[in-house]
């Protein structure tokens, strides 16, 4: 039997934060001390005195590119960029090439995640006009929901049939992750910018076509759709403060059938910043206005928003460049996300224990997971050991995303990543990552 005492350590788990250690044997927790420990025999120590020890985050929104697009990511080299930011497990999203629409390319996903993720990894099932017969036989307990695009997307992806999204909302019993862009708003909005200054828009138009109307018209339907037929909904990725008159605190999260998600992005940048970082910063749903930054960040904490997350989908820069029309959507954040919200807790937006609510926590409650997101005995060991007075700058030297670039390149940060446990096993330590590690695959409680 495998032993890890993790020792003086500063905790913070369940809305508390206090000096102990934790005994991993094999890949679960065994205990919890409270004060200082005395060494326990057998175990190998871990000295963790002036460092935080979180359960590792759980990120329910990445694109880890494959299969088809691995020139850009694949399970493998994103799985380590997660690790070394403390991420432990990771649900990744359908619109791949094949896309996960059905439960041979499920399948198949799951096999790789067996094969080369050092985290612990699960899969969305993808939704289209044309597969709710594939959904019924799905394994409810190997998949965290159902995603629907209800706005532009790849291939046949994007689901507009009336009736389609009647029988998906009501008939299939599955949580479902949505986003929301209404198309026709968005193409509304292109067509008038082009008309009026061409093909070639700067980046700044970005925010303009996909507006807040676009983002609010979709919530809003979805909300209303799943209200009426009593769906659990989940909304990826608010980007505006409009969107949070859709949500409510009044219920604890158990109870709620509608929920929201914010990305790490929404909450760093603001659509001011794009004369600075141009196409880095170009994402779908559009970085907003400074009011809707802030917006956000104070609903998530009223818990008006449930969850913090990343919507992880790297591109390479060449992919990046050109007009808003053409440059494309999405970046990198996995690696970075943790320890950019535990800067914004060092600049007084959030506190450490709501930042291990929001990104370990409230994850496992929402989707039900089976023990893990929490430092609890009988629990996975997947845990997290920060420096918090570790300054050190983000850079390509230090990335290990294989797009090789980080939206915040040159941005110098105060909180590290010292060590990362997944199942008990320590998977990065100080930038380095033990390869022959796997994850397990995530289950769910139905």
Not at 119 to 127: E, I, L, P
Not at 276 to 284: A, P, T
Not at 401 to 410: A, D, L, M, N, T
Request: hydrophobic residues 40%.
């Amino acid at each position: 039997m495998s032993k890890i005492l993790i020792k003086d350590a500063t905790i913070v788990n369940e809305g508390r934060t206090f000096v102990g250690s934790v005994l991993v044997e094999n890949d679960l927790i065994a205990a919890i001390y409270e004060g200082t420990t005395e060494p326990i025999e057998g175990a190998q120590v871990i000295d963790a005195t002036g460092k935080l020890l979180l359960p590792g985050a759980i990120d329910d929104q990445v694109h880890f590119r494959e299969p088809g697009l691995t020139h850009k990511g694949d399970i493998a080299s994103e799985s380590r960029a997660a690790v070394a930011g403390g991420v432990t497990t990771f649900m990744d999203m359908p619109n791949t090439k094949p896309q996960t629409t059905t439960l041979a390319d499920l399948e198949w996903k799951l096999q790789r995640g067996a094969e080369t993720s050092v985290a612990n990894y699960s899969f969305f099932f993808g939704g289209t006009n044309d597969n709710v017969d594939e959904i019924r036989k799905i394994d409810r307990t190997r998949v965290p929901g159902l995603k629907l695009f209800l706005g532009s997307s790849t291939g046949n992806m994007l689901v507009d049939q009336k009736d389609t999204l009647e029988r998906l909302f009501g008939e299939t019993g599955m949580l479902i992750a949505i986003h929301a862009e209404k198309e026709e708003i968005i193409q509304r909005n292109r067509e008038r910018y082009v008309q009026q200054y061409g093909e070639e828009l700067e980046i700044s138009f970005h925010s303009k076509i996909r507006s807040e109307e676009a983002c609010y018209a979709s919530s809003s339907e979805a909300v209303e759709l799943a209200t009426r037929l009593n769906t659990r909904l989940h909304i990826l990725h608010l980007s505006t403060a409009k969107e949070l008159t859709l949500l409510s605190n009044a219920l604890p999260l158990k109870e709620k059938k509608i929920t929201g998600e914010v990305c790490v992005h929404h909450l760093w940048f603001h659509d001011g910043e794009y004369a600075q970082l141009g196409n880095r910063i170009k994402w779908n749903p559009s970085i907003k206005t400074l009011a809707d930054r802030d917006a956000l960040r104070e609903a998530v904490n009223t818990n008006l928003i449930d969850i913090v997350a990343t919507d992880h989908a790297p591109h390479l820069l060449s992919e990046k460049e050109g007009s808003c029309l053409k440059a494309a959507s999405g970046g990198p954040f996995v690696q970075h996300s943790l320890v950019t919200m535990l800067e914004l807790v060092k600049e007084g937006c959030f506190t450490y224990e709501k930042v291990v609510e929001k990104m370990a926590h409230m994850p496992a409650e929402l989707y039900r997971i089976d023990r893990r997101g929490y430092i609890r005995p009988g629990y996975y060991a997947d845990l997290v050991l920060v420096d918090p007075k570790q300054s050190w700058t983000v850079e390509g030297a230090n990335l290990f995303y294989k797009c090789g670039w980080s939206p915040i390149e040159g941005v110098q940060l105060h909180h590290a990543v010292w060590k990362t446990f997944v199942n008990g096993q320590v998977v990065y330590e100080n930038g380095t990552i033990n390869d022959s590690i796997r994850g397990m695959e995530v289950k769910y409680c139905l």
